[in-house]
């Protein structure tokens, strides 16, 4: 059984620039989440999606987006790059019915922001 | 809000020693507990999971008895191993049934030596 894929795994992006990022969560997982982590403020939630609707979201700013395909596959997207972004994106995905449900992590995109 | 503590490190031991790492939180509700675990270059891995109090999760010689009294939920291992070298993160994901949120600690970095 396949994984969570994340593409790209590595991205050089330039400031003010905007970027997307790629995650295919197991196969009948049906929840997708994203996760920025970063040396300084560890990892913290950005959003989740369960059948293509945004169902909780964290404390990012408008800058971050993301949306989710009928088929689970989701994207999340970075506008206006700032050099505070740079950081390990990490996908998750789960069955998603219920919050006690482990979740599975992708090997993460890394992301710099020069 | 929900928050997770746990001891930073880095914590180095020998080969065989017996390991703890400590981790507390704070919730509303009744949160499910985790233990994922971080080895270099890599995503997270599910290590093991306790959804309700006096849970006790375990997988591959690691255990955690989930402490509704004393908000804790401390990983331990009798006997570890150069290859348990990795970084552990401590996470609750709050109960509300709706999905996914994990809030993480700031994770524990291990070392062991041969």
């Known amino acids: 059984k396949a994984g969570v894929t994340q593409t790209p795994r590595y991205l050089i992006k330039t400031r003010g620039q905007q970027v997307t990022l790629s995650c295919s969560p197991i196969?009948?997982?049906?929840?997708v989440s994203w996760y920025q982590q970063t040396p300084g403020q560890g990892l913290q939630f950005l959003f989740e999606y369960f059948s293509e609707t945004q169902r909780n979201k964290g404390n990012f700013p408008g800058r971050f987006s993301g949306r989710q395909f009928s088929n689970s596959r989701s994207e999340m997207n970075v506008s206006t790059l700032e050099l505070g972004d740079s950081a390990l994106y990490l996908c998750?995905?789960?069955?998603?019915?219920?919050?006690?449900?482990?979740?599975?992590f992708g090997q993460g995109t890394r992301l710099t922001v020069v | 809000g929900n928050s997770v503590t746990q001891m930073e490190g880095p914590v180095t031991l020998s080969e065989e020693a017996f390991l703890t790492i400590n981790c507390t939180y704070t919730a509303t509700g009744y949160p499910s507990l985790f233990w994922y675990v971080q080895y270099p270059g890599e995503g997270l891995q599910l290590l093991l999971k306790?959804?309700?109090?006096?849970d006790k999760g375990s997988n591959k010689g690691f255990e955690a008895t989930y402490r509704k009294e004393t908000t804790s939920f401390h990983l331990e291992k009798g006997s570890v191993q150069v290859s348990d070298s990795a970084v552990y993160f401590c996470a609750l994901s709050a109960g509300d049934n709706y999905g996914q949120n994990f809030v993480f600690g700031p994770g524990t970095r291990l070392s062991v030596l041969p």
């Open positions: 998750a995905s789960s069955r998603g019915t219920w919050a006690n449900t482990e979740a599975f």
């Open positions: 306790a959804t309700k109090a006096d």
């Open positions: 196969s009948g997982h049906r929840s």
